[in-house]
């Protein structure tokens, strides 16, 4: 505060008053203003707070530095340091008769008068007042006065000339002996005590920072610095200091006291002051001079300071509490973030600094954020059904359900989806079919019943189309089933009858019966299909059988009877009225297969558009369609056209088409763009088996991605069960072992010959030794016959399984096999903590930690556990189940 | 305990008449502040000032101030090793300016019982040791009779500092006491032949004002405005010296201070172009002048 530049405090124990400090002291009342018309005399200090001036105290001239009295007390005593080093304690209350009234007009004054440049109350003694000046030949430049003693005046009137201080005497409160006088020839720039004693002062003096310890005056410890200005204490952490010199600031560890922690970057003009926040850790505020801004350091993130060479980091950030320049600024001492600054021309603001916020994205769903003391959670309101429409909750669901898993009957992973996702049916149906024709062919090869079709199932219908043109067609007309069939022409080759298969209307490739497809189809309640299919292979009379089966049927729709009354007037004469009617109305038929039927009826030979392009009909059915009533050309431009579509789309009934093949990992790449869905992606590309699609660096990408996705769930489970299902499809990506128990004496891996013994489990056969409980005692190296190490807590050479440890009877001991066969497995495995290396069976280690903390190594007091950072996870499937 | 050095160097008016009626006074500041003139005499060397500063622990009386307090650690040793100083009290501190060219001589011997700091640019830092070992010989104690004549004038004087910030309200009279007043005050009060000498010195060193004055011109200053001691302690003068001393003697400053010392008697010490002052409490002006001129009587 030097010159006329005003200063600011907060009173300490009321929380609505402050001091502006320049000539004279100004006290003032904060108010909240409600309203937005001021009182009169009051100053608008925000939008919410305004201030009125309660007192003015000029009786101090020269003043240097205030500091407001810790205790409580309702009138307001300040310490005023004077610009001839006196200290004196005045009030800016109006009520005199309080309990502090002896102490206002108090004055203490040192031998040889100098600037006070700083005073700091001792926060546990409150009578105790330190002061620090500047500097004198002889005299000391740390005076500790305590404000209770009483004034002297055998030493001051009766040995002692008082020639120059005579007219100070009147009042008898003048005290000029000091509790303490440290810092002899030296000069002191500030001070403040140190909250780990009633005893320790920390001063700036000159060119050194220095710690006094009263309780042996004589001993000081001290650093050579410049930054001795401003010396303050980090109210939450005690053994931090800060103190500046010019446009630095130095942040110090007073348990490693010989340079400074460090040192915030340098600010072009001086500082003038430096203050920790009062109300939250680790914040400090730094002002300029001739600035609008302060600038605040944020080391909440500050490992403890000592020990770590690495530097730590700091949130630098500023802000802007008014326009004008600031002369200077105060804490709130309970309001959290909140000061007020006071500018040269004395207008106040009062300004909360607001806290960076925080946010933290869980995966799954959940949103926090933190700002300040308060933590939000969000939740998106209302609408609950978006969350679960979301691809991540789906995914989630799905994983727990065990999706994709299903690898006897593929079709039903749709099931485990949910069965919603029309989709997701005809790609696992797909995939079934595929898989089931590669069984088929496998089996057929075994009986020499020929046919080279088998890989080329993998590849789609528009290859296997393909791969038919020209060479193998046979045409015939029809001679159908129905009476009146007449022209329909039909197309029939080897590939097209596989093709038929891959879309699931026939069993087997030469076998051309619908029946069974029909008849499932049936029993689904799928009678529109049903119908449609029928009549699609010419059996009109199985198709209206069909329809009023499905009227007459619990669930089906009456109107299905008059569908089939309308089928059953067909008549291929081409005028019609009958073809006349159907072409025009069947347009109002909401069921897509009913439109269809009427389209295929009515349309002309040849020319089917109305069933091809019937977009709601399932792909596989318009495919199967197509492959039975079009010729080589037209079915060509169809497949080609309809897998463009798909791909584009990223339709999965599209699979049908391109198969597993690149084709299909771009049809898939589109999908997994439009969904997000790599799960699905995943599942299904695994299928793609011994082919290069899964060396498609997109399946790769998609695969770890899934990977992670559970992982980042913690569905450690379902994900060793993915590993597992992916590397019985995917041989290569089977992990190599990366982890080895090496033997103490040989150095070689005991695993070494495991490996080699057919019934060790893949993967984790290097852990356990003895996976099989048969095989009962492996408990030397296989390298070198030496015992292997004990397990630290039932003394027994590793590789014994847990449940032949003695101490269970015999019969006991083989329930416990049957019962905990799988978890004993595990039991036995070798398991060590990295830091101290003792360790033992995984079970015993487990079962001890939940209790212990420490070691189960006497004498060694390792916290095993804790350094385990994973070790404490538990797999979010168990925390749901 | 640390030693600080910086560079200053020693320069002083040249009797002038003209410009400056009567009084003499040296000037520390920085060589290249005032322009060379024909009026200026330099002396003809740059001299650092060393300071002492209690950095280590310190003194546990207080009592011995100024240059009592240095006198065995400091003055003592330079004047045995024939090292010429310069001293300069303030109400702050005391310097001792030592020629730059004694500078390893003046580390080596105070090298034992200080550590020297050299201030750069503000900072502090250890300085290097310039590693002459040749040419010392084991000092003699030798006693060191007073050689210059003594005088004390009969004015008292007072020792005080003041706010910086309220030193443009004083400024003319500064002025006024510095350049102006003496030649008046010559006609009406006397000379030196009174016993009254007209003495006062005012330093600026790092920010912080010294002065030094009689009585009566301190009862020219406004009240409250000098930094004084509580109480309210005078101080008497012994000027050494008939001839100017020069700056190649040495010992002086050792002649005076060691029998203070011994005598635990507070002094200020102010070596001036011409003469050296000290200036010692008045109570204690009669025994300090009968112990010096007995160290004088030795001499002969």
């Known amino acids: 505060m030097s010159g006329s530049k005003p200063d600011i405090l907060w009173a300490p124990h009321h929380v609505d008053r402050f001091v502006v400090c320049d000539s004279e002291l100004s006290l003032y009342h904060i108010d909240s203003a409600v309203s937005s018309e001021l009182k009169a005399g009051s100053l608008r200090l925000s939008e919410e707070t305004t201030a009125t001036l309660l007192s003015i105290n000029s009786d101090t001239p020269y003043m240097k530095c205030v500091a407001w009295y810790p205790k409580y007390d309702p009138e307001c005593l300040l310490a005023v340091g004077q610009a001839n080093g006196r200290v004196v304690l005045t009030s800016l209350g109006q009520d005199h008769n309080s309990?502090?009234?002896?102490?206002?007009?108090?004055?203490?004054?040192?031998?040889?008068?100098?600037?006070?440049?700083?005073?700091?109350?001792?926060?546990?003694?409150?009578?105790?007042?330190?002061?620090?000046?500047?500097?004198?030949?002889?005299?000391?430049?740390?005076?500790?006065?305590?404000?209770?003693?009483?004034?002297?005046?055998?030493?001051?009137?009766?040995?002692?000339?008082?020639?120059?201080?005579?007219?100070?005497?009147?009042?008898?409160?003048?005290?000029?002996?000091?509790?303490?006088?440290?810092?002899?020839?030296?000069?002191?720039?500030?001070?403040?005590?140190?909250?780990?004693?009633?005893?320790?002062?920390?001063?700036?003096?000159?060119?050194?920072?220095?710690?006094?310890?009263?309780?042996?005056?004589?001993?000081?410890?001290?650093?050579?610095?410049?930054?001795?200005?401003?010396?303050?204490?980090?109210?939450?952490?005690?053994?931090?200091?800060?103190?500046?010199?010019?446009?630095?600031?130095?942040?110090?560890?007073?348990?490693?006291?010989?340079?400074?922690?460090?040192?915030?970057?340098?600010?072009?003009?001086?500082?003038?002051?430096?203050?920790?926040?009062?109300?939250?850790?680790?914040?400090?505020?730094?002002?300029?001079?001739?600035s609008n801004i302060i600038r605040l350091y944020d080391m909440q993130h500050t490992p403890t300071p000592i020990g770590d060479e690495t530097e730590p980091t700091i949130i630098e950030r500023s802000v802007q509490p008014c326009e004008n320049y600031i002369a200077s600024f105060a804490w709130h001492p309970t309001s959290q973030n909140r000061m007020v600054v006071v500018t040269p021309n004395r207008t106040m603001s009062d300004f909360t600094v607001f806290e960076r916020i925080s946010l933290a994205w869980s995966p799954v769903t959940s949103l926090m954020w933190a700002c300040g003391r308060h933590l939000y959670e969000c939740t998106e309101e209302g609408k609950a059904s978006s969350l679960e429409k979301d691809i991540a909750t789906k995914m989630r669901l799905r994983a727990l359900s065990r999706y994709g898993l299903d690898t006897e009957q593929v079709w039903r992973n749709h099931l485990l989806a949910g069965n919603e996702d029309p989709q997701l049916k005809s790609l696992w149906y797909t995939l079934h079919y595929i898989l089931y024709f590669i069984v088929q062919y496998t089996e057929d090869m075994d009986q020499k019943l020929t046919g080279n079709k088998g890989p080329l199932v993998y590849t789609g219908i528009k290859s296997i189309v393909k791969s038919s043109?020209?060479?193998?067609?046979?045409?015939?007309?029809?001679?159908?089933?129905?009476?009146?069939?007449?022209?329909?022409?039909?197309?029939?080759?080897?590939?097209?009858?596989?093709?038929?298969?891959l879309c699931g209307w026939i069993k087997k490739g030469t076998d051309l019966d619908v029946e069974p497809f029909l008849n499932s189809l049936e029993q689904e309640g799928d009678w529109e299909r049903a119908a449609a299919v029928a009549l699609f292979n010419?059996?009109?009379?199985?198709?209206?059988?069909?329809?009023?089966?499905?009227?007459?049927?619990?669930?089906?729709?009456?109107?299905?009877?008059?569908?089939?009354?309308?089928?059953?007037?067909?008549?291929?004469?081409?005028?019609?009225?009958?073809?006349?009617?159907?072409?025009?109305?069947?347009?109002?038929?909401?069921?897509?297969?009913?439109?269809?039927?009427?389209?295929?009826?009515?349309?002309?030979?040849?020319?089917?558009?109305?069933?091809?392009?019937?977009?709601?009909?399932?792909?596989?059915?318009?495919?199967?369609?197509?492959?039975?009533?079009?010729?080589?050309?037209?079915?060509?431009?169809?497949?080609?056209?309809?897998?463009?579509?798909?791909?584009?789309?990223?339709?999965?009934?599209?699979?049908?088409?391109t198969g597993l093949t690149k084709d299909g990992?771009?049809?898939m790449e589109s999908y997994v763009d439009r969904t997000?869905?790599?799960?699905?992606?995943?599942?299904?590309?695994?299928?793609?088996?011994?082919?290069?699609?899964?060396?498609?660096?997109?399946?790769?990408?998609?695969?770890?991605n899934y990977r992670n996705l559970l992982d980042a769930w913690r569905f450690w489970h379902k994900r060793a069960e993915f590993d597992i299902h992916r590397s019985k499809l995917d041989p290569s990506s089977k992990p190599l072992a990366q982890v080895f128990v090496s033997c103490n004496f040989c150095g070689k891996s005991i695993s070494y010959s495991c490996s080699a013994i057919p019934h060790q489990g893949r993967g984790f056969s290097q852990y356990g030794v003895s996976g099989s409980p048969t095989k009962s005692k492996v408990t030397s190296c296989p390298g070198c016959r030496k015992p292997l190490p004990r397990c630290a807590l039932c003394l027994i050479n590793m590789g014994t399984p847990v449940s032949s440890c003695p101490g269970g009877s015999k019969s006991d001991e083989k329930v416990d096999l049957s019962k905990d066969k799988k978890l004993a497995q595990f039991?036995?495995?070798?398991?060590?903590?990295?830091?101290?290396?003792?360790?033992?069976?995984?079970?015993?280690?487990?079962?001890?930690?939940?209790?212990?903390?420490?070691?189960?190594?006497?004498?060694?007091?390792?916290?095993?556990?804790?350094?385990?950072?994973t070790g404490n996870l538990v797999p979010a499937e168990t925390v749901q189940a | 305990m640390e030693l600080n050095l910086s560079a200053l160097?020693?320069?002083?008016?040249?009797?002038?008449?003209?410009?400056?009626?009567?009084?003499?006074?040296?000037?520390?500041?920085?060589?290249?502040?005032?322009?060379?003139?024909?009026?200026?005499?330099?002396?003809?060397?740059?001299?650092?000032?060393?300071?002492?500063?209690?950095?280590?622990?310190?003194?546990?009386?207080?009592?011995?101030?100024?240059?009592?307090?240095?006198?065995?650690?400091?003055?003592?040793?330079?004047?045995?090793?024939?090292?010429?100083?310069?001293?300069?009290?303030?109400?702050?501190?005391?310097?001792?300016?030592?020629?730059?060219?004694?500078l390893p001589f003046v580390m080596h011997t105070l090298a034992a019982e200080f550590t020297i700091l050299r201030v750069v640019n503000g900072e502090t830092v250890a300085a290097d040791d310039f590693g002459v070992t040749n040419g010392f010989v084991k000092p003699k104690l030798v006693q060191r009779p007073v050689i210059h004549p003594l005088s004390s004038p009969s004015n008292m004087f007072c020792v005080t500092s003041l706010d910086p910030d309220t030193l443009p309200t004083v400024a003319t009279l500064l002025m006024d006491v510095?350049?102006?007043?003496?030649?008046?005050?010559?006609?009406?009060?006397?000379?030196?032949?009174?016993?009254?000498?007209?003495?006062?010195?005012?330093?600026?060193?790092?920010?912080?004002?010294?002065?030094?004055?009689?009585?009566?011109?301190?009862?020219?200053?406004?009240?409250?405005?000098?930094?004084?001691?509580?109480?309210?302690?005078?101080?008497?003068?012994?000027?050494?010296?008939?001839?100017?001393?020069?700056?190649?003697?040495?010992?002086?400053?050792?002649?005076?201070?060691?029998?203070?010392?011994?005598?635990?008697?507070?002094?200020?010490?102010?070596?001036?172009?011409?003469?050296?002052?000290?200036?010692?409490?008045?109570?204690?002006?009669?025994?300090?002048?009968?112990?010096l001129q007995v160290s004088q009587a030795e001499k002969h």
């Open chain 1, 827 to 869: 039991n036995n495995w070798f398991t060590w903590c990295h830091n101290c290396r003792h360790g033992g069976h995984a079970g015993h280690m487990l079962s001890w930690f939940r209790d212990h903390t420490e070691c189960p190594v006497s004498a060694c007091s390792c916290k095993c556990m804790q350094l385990d950072t």
């Open chain 2, 9 to 102: 160097c020693l320069k002083a008016m040249r009797d002038n008449p003209a410009a400056l009626p009567g009084e003499r006074f040296g000037m520390s500041g920085c060589r290249k502040e005032l322009p060379s003139s024909e009026h200026l005499s330099v002396a003809d060397a740059t001299w650092l000032a060393l300071n002492v500063v209690s950095g280590g622990g310190g003194f546990s009386s207080s009592q011995p101030i100024g240059v009592t307090k240095i006198a065995k650690s400091v003055i003592a040793p330079l004047a045995d090793q024939n090292i010429s100083v310069f001293m300069l009290s303030t109400y702050q501190t005391d310097f001792i300016l030592v020629r730059e060219r004694d």
């Open chain 1, 676 to 704: 997000g869905d790599v799960q699905t992606a995943s599942y299904c590309m695994l299928q793609g088996s011994p082919s290069d699609v899964l060396k498609d660096e997109r399946v790769q990408y998609w695969i770890e």
């Open chain 1, 99 to 290: 309990k502090s009234k002896d102490l206002i007009g108090k004055e203490f004054v040192p031998k040889h008068a100098r600037q006070c440049n700083t005073l700091a109350w001792n926060p546990l003694d409150s009578n105790w007042l330190a002061a620090g000046l500047d500097k004198h030949r002889a005299d000391f430049s740390v005076l500790i006065w305590d404000i209770s003693s009483k004034y002297a005046p055998e030493t001051a009137v009766a040995t002692e000339k008082v020639r120059l201080s005579a007219g100070d005497a009147e009042a008898g409160l003048v005290v000029t002996k000091p509790l303490y006088e440290l810092g002899q020839n030296d000069a002191c720039l500030s001070l403040c005590w140190l909250p780990r004693d009633q005893k320790l002062l920390l001063a700036g003096m000159h060119r050194n920072l220095a710690i006094f310890d009263l309780r042996n005056t004589s001993q000081k410890i001290f650093v050579n610095t410049k930054a001795v200005q401003g010396v303050t204490v980090d109210p939450y952490f005690h053994d931090r200091v800060a103190s500046f010199y010019e446009g630095q600031v130095a942040i110090w560890d007073l348990r490693k006291f010989e340079k400074p922690v460090l040192t915030l970057t340098e600010q072009p003009k001086p500082l003038t002051k430096v203050a920790w926040c009062p109300t939250r850790t680790g914040l400090l505020a730094t002002l300029t001079r001739d």
């Open chain 1, 469 to 501: 043109l020209g060479t193998t067609e046979n045409l015939r007309h029809s001679r159908s089933g129905s009476d009146r069939q007449a022209d329909i022409i039909q197309y029939l080759s080897e590939e097209r009858s596989l093709a038929l298969q």
């Open chain 1, 538 to 657: 010419l059996d009109i009379r199985r198709a209206i059988q069909i329809l009023n089966k499905g009227a007459s049927s619990g669930k089906g729709d009456l109107n299905l009877n008059v569908v089939a009354m309308a089928l059953s007037g067909y008549t291929d004469e081409k005028n019609s009225l009958w073809r006349e009617m159907c072409s025009t109305l069947r347009l109002q038929l909401n069921n897509p297969y009913l439109c269809a039927m009427f389209a295929f009826l009515t349309s002309e030979s040849g020319s089917y558009d109305g069933v091809l392009y019937e977009n709601n009909v399932a792909v596989r059915d318009r495919v199967a369609f197509a492959c039975k009533f079009l010729n080589d050309a037209q079915l060509n431009r169809f497949i080609e056209k309809l897998t463009n579509e798909m791909k584009e789309a990223g339709n999965l009934e599209g699979i049908l088409l």
């Open chain 2, 178 to 291: 510095m350049f102006y007043s003496n030649g008046v005050k010559d006609s009406v009060v006397g000379n030196e032949d009174s016993g009254h000498i007209r003495f006062f010195s005012f330093s600026l060193i790092e920010g912080y004002i010294s002065l030094v004055m009689d009585v009566q011109t301190q009862q020219r200053f406004p009240n409250n405005l000098l930094f004084t001691s509580a109480s309210g302690e005078l101080w008497k003068m012994v000027r050494i010296g008939g001839q100017p001393l020069g700056f190649d003697e040495c010992g002086i400053v050792a002649q005076i201070s060691e029998p203070l010392a011994a005598a635990d008697i507070p002094a200020y010490y102010i070596s001036t172009f011409k003469f050296d002052h000290a200036l010692v409490p008045e109570e204690n002006i009669n025994g300090v002048v009968n112990a």
């Open chain 1, 665 to 667: 990992v771009d049809l």
